[in-house]
């Protein structure tokens, strides 16, 4: 699950007082994406030379940063295949979620490289790219001598490796420029539901927007009544940070054709204060006024899980992953209840669905890039996520192949509707949201005006307000 155990302010300032220390540092050794072990003044890719070898870095030492996560827990179980193929020693760190990327962020600009490798999300590519503090891993990608044929690039869903890809360019769009991450875990954002609750009250899971209010409303109502105490209609975030506005919320704007920004003359505009992006979310504010949980401002994506799991909520629209842990058998008051729906489509339609992607990324200033390349390789190879898969809860396979294996398939098909879901909206989950370093900034601030609407204030004027803030930043 994603970042977001406290308000993202910090990280910001962390961000912006790190790049602005970083930019001498930066001219002084050029572009910043050479550096490290590289003889020449590319890539250390282009040192690698010679037939592919898993033991070429025998010997050394790679450290990762990670973030406390069941993907983790997966590595961490795995990693003594690792040093059996390849003689590399894994040291590690692991962080929980609250202060993670504050460390992470701090690292990476002090410029020391006391990480080789290290956990991000895609949006971090915003943050961390511009600044030179990663890698281009285009260049390992495309080197035989350092890439194995078994890593098998083609495997991965096309959309997940463009997540990580991008030219560094405010507004330009993902899937061109350097590769700065690679997928590892990902997350779509989806509907589970309380099958128990919708069998008593005789619902089914929505397909518009509009239903999906009206069910939202229904529950808070019914449900009680019918011997679900305190139970109300729809679990979605709500506190003061950017993470509530990319999962349920974007989702269901992106569904409707909405954008964040629009891209214009070479320079970002705010754009969700168009009359149909503000209609948009004074619809949403109303269904968590009926239909959502009482104390919603203060709801990250942990209370939201919970409320499912602990049948205080009839529905979830966030992250698979947060009903997936509640749905296995035992986790929860309401496992063995739970199913999957894709969501409510678009008025023409649209299942377009925003999503989180745990990536993996190598530190541009690292002294170790050619073990740290092994390493990237193996942790997103077939053989480490099958098992990640299988023998762990490495869920959400950025692989076609571990999506496809029958034993993944036999584990998943325990929780209704997961794997329907997941093959029905795949290939139309990307990341919605324009990419530009003011993202973090942006959307917690978007998340602010959300509250103010729910609190009833006018959505066009606080929208419009929004935008014209966001529009002077950005100029």
Known sequence: MDMHAHDRRRFLALGAAAAASAAPLLTACGAGFGGGDSKGGGSAAADVTGSFDWKRAKGRTVK??????????ALIADLKAFTEKTGIKVEYDVFPEDNYFDKLTVDLSSGRASYDVFMLGAYMVWQYGPPGWLEDLGPWMRNS?????EWDQADFFPNLL????????????????GQYALPWGWETNVVAYNTE???KLGLKPAETFDELREVAGAITRRAPGAGFDGMYGVAVRGSRSWATIHPGFMTMYARNGLKDFTV?????KPAMNSPEAIAFTRDWAEMVRKGGPPSWTSYTWYQCSSDLGAKKAGMLFDADTAAYFQAVKGASPASGKIAFHPGPKGPDGSLATNMWIWSLGMNARSRNKSAAWLFLQWATGKEHLRKGAIEHNHIDPVRRSVSQ??????????????IE???????QTKIQFTPQEQFFDATTSWAAALQEIYGGKNASSV?????????????
């Open 264 to 268: 214009e003359g070479g320079g970002v």
């Open 162 to 177: 463009r997540a990580d890809q991008w030219s560094l360019k405010a507004g330009a769009p993902l899937g061109q420029g």
């Open 64 to 73: 990762a940063l990670l973030n406390k996560h069941p993907y983790t827990d």
């Open 145 to 149: 001598s350092a890439t194995g044929a």
């Open 463 to 475: 929208l419009n307000s929004l935008a014209g803030d966001l529009a002077s930043k950005a100029g």
């Open 421 to 427: 879901t997941f093959e029905t909206v795949v290939d």
């Open 197 to 199: 609750v919708f069998e």
């Open 405 to 418: 294996d029958p034993a993944y398939k036999e584990k998943m098909r325990a929780i209704p509707g997961f």
